[in-house]
């Protein structure tokens, strides 16, 4: 089994930045991508940032230019690094785990407030 743990949510000021990170472990024989996803009260859950390990990324239109993805490949270890926060990205964010020739894996998900 695969476990996903994030850790750096909290309550951050509007304009502030925040770094999560997201450890992966487990049978782990090979990551084609890892990524961020968040989820808003009553909204569903979207793509913030995927990661391939080759390191190609792609963002979702609202946080270009103020998040970055970057993932260790030795430690599973991916972060998402996030500045000019908005009270707009409050959510729970996700980190997500497509490994090869297995079933993704979602962690349980961390709680970034940010206050206006």
């Known amino acids: 089994q695969v476990r996903l743990v994030e850790s750096g949510g909290g309550l951050v000021q509007a304009g502030g930045s925040q770094r999560l990170s997201c450890v992966a472990s487990?049978?782990?024989?090979?990551?084609?991508?890892m990524g961020w996803y968040r989820q808003a009260p009553g909204k569903q859950r979207d793509m913030v940032a995927t990661?391939?390990?080759?390191?190609?990324?792609n963002y979702a239109d609202s946080v270009k230019g103020r998040f970055t993805i970057s993932m260790d490949n030795a430690k599973n270890t991916v972060y998402l690094q996030m500045n000019s926060l908005k009270p707009e990205d409050t959510a729970v964010y996700y980190c997500?785990?497509?490994?090869?020739?297995?079933?993704?894996?979602w962690g349980q998900g961390i709680l970034v407030t940010i206050s206006s």
């Open positions: 997500a785990l497509f490994p090869v020739g297995a079933l993704d894996a």
């Open positions: 487990g049978s782990i024989f090979g990551i084609n991508a």
């Open positions: 990661i391939t390990s080759g390191g190609r990324t």
